[in-house]
């Protein structure tokens, strides 16, 4: 299977899995868990970092063990795009600290937002002194997160594509 220039196998995709779900393996526990020795599971993985589709490390971090225990999607629309430019609202959407996601999207809303917040009278405060009064702020609509799941994606669907 052929993703943008780089011809992944099984072998691959199971390396992407493994890391997606537990990113500090180490080569020879990588090459334990997919029958493959240290050497050939590092160089296939430092050829997927080459590639440009392994690209660092992330650290999962509890927010809600941090004290912020809730999170709101936000979308929104611009009032009028040609008073405001768009590098003036990113700019300052990005010196909010608990706005951790900017989006810029396609469709009814211009920017999606994901925020947290201690509780829903911080997000209050939040939107009320920092989101509403950015510039050129419309339309907001927020739905607050209840409950989220982790899918691998198409990661976990790699085996079946082709396949009847």
Known sequence: MTYGALDLDDTDRAILRALS??????AGELGRRLGLSQPAAWR??????????????VVDVDRE??????????GVKLATKG???LEDFERAV???????VVQHVLGLFDYRLRVVARDIADFERVLRRRIMTL?????VEANVLLTEERRPGPLGMAETVGKA
Do not use: C, D, H
Request: proline content about 4%.
């Open 44 to 57: 296939r993985v430092r050829r997927l970092e080459e590639a440009g589709v392994l690209q660092g490390l």
């Open 83 to 85: 008073r405001v430019s």
């Open 135 to 139: 510039p050129g702020v419309g339309n």
């Open 21 to 26: 779900a537990e990113g500090t393996l180490s």
């Open 65 to 74: 063990k941090l004290g912020f225990g809730v999170t709101v999607f936000l």
């Open 94 to 100: 990005q010196a909010i600290p608990e706005v951790q």
